[in-house]
């Protein structure tokens, strides 16, 4: 079955540092998603994506982030100058158009340190 | 504003005991709603939603718009049903989740 890839895994990096989390959505779905989960709390709409373009995004989603689809495959989402308060599982996901359902990655841990 | 709101942060059922997870939600049309569930080290997927009236797993969910609620049901508890549940709203392309219920299932 096909799955939402996200990588790394696990990405650790100091605080003022730019980082690029990488998702690979599935071939045919058109939506794509990001996400934020902070340690404890619920998760957070951050954007989503249709057609090239930015369709929808949250308050949190400010100048700091930025998204991508740099080659038709991936889906990269980019923190520029890293927070403390950036540090959360970051899940990506992408929809599938006929059924409307979302198949999430299983996320990037962010530690900002 | 789109809200939704699951009260309970964690949840306790015997085994083959009748479970209920609880969702509200607030919003100004016609709503979308899903539940989402997370196993153990696994990924957030999709449960059930309210335009599909299936169930799932034994699970099933009504909407109610008259007390506004998505309520997650099951008659009878499995120890495999611990998770954590998720309650969604879909508003044009984004998506609210609750805050989510940890349910564990007591053998």
């Known amino acids: 079955e096909p799955e939402v890839t996200q990588t790394p895994s696990h990405q650790v990096t100091q605080m003022g540092q730019e980082v690029i989390l990488r998702c690979v959505p599935i071939s045919n779905h058109l939506y794509f998603y990001w996400y934020r989960q902070i340690l404890g709390q619920k998760v957070e709409f951050l954007v989503s994506?249709?057609?090239?373009?930015?369709?929808?995004k949250s308050e949190i989603f400010d100048d700091q982030f930025s998204v991508e689809r740099p080659d038709g495959s991936n889906f990269t989402l980019k923190i520029r100058s890293t927070k403390l308060e950036d540090s959360a599982m970051y899940f990506c996901?992408?929809?599938?158009?006929?059924?409307?359902?979302?198949?999430f990655g299983a996320g990037t841990r962010l530690s900002v340190l | 504003a789109q809200r939704v709101t699951q009260p309970e942060k964690l949840l306790s059922v015997f085994k083959g005991a009748p479970v209920e997870l609880k969702c509200n939600y607030s919003?100004?049309?016609?709503?979308?709603l899903f539940w989402y569930v997370q196993y153990s080290r696994q990924r957030l997927q999709l449960l059930l939603r309210?335009?599909s009236r299936e169930s799932i797993k034994g699970f099933t969910a009504d909407l109610n718009k008259g007390e506004t609620s998505f309520h997650l049901k099951k008659p009878f508890a499995q120890e495999e049903d611990s998770a954590m549940y998720y309650c969604?709203?879909?508003?044009?392309?984004?998506?609210?989740f609750g805050t989510g219920t940890s349910l564990t299932v007591i053998p």
């Open positions: 309210h335009i």
């Open positions: 919003y100004s049309g016609s709503p979308e």
């Open positions: 996901a992408s929809r599938d158009t006929s059924s409307g359902i979302q198949y």
């Open positions: 994506f249709y057609n090239n373009e930015i369709s929808e």
């Open positions: 969604a709203l879909r508003s044009g392309n984004q998506f609210y």
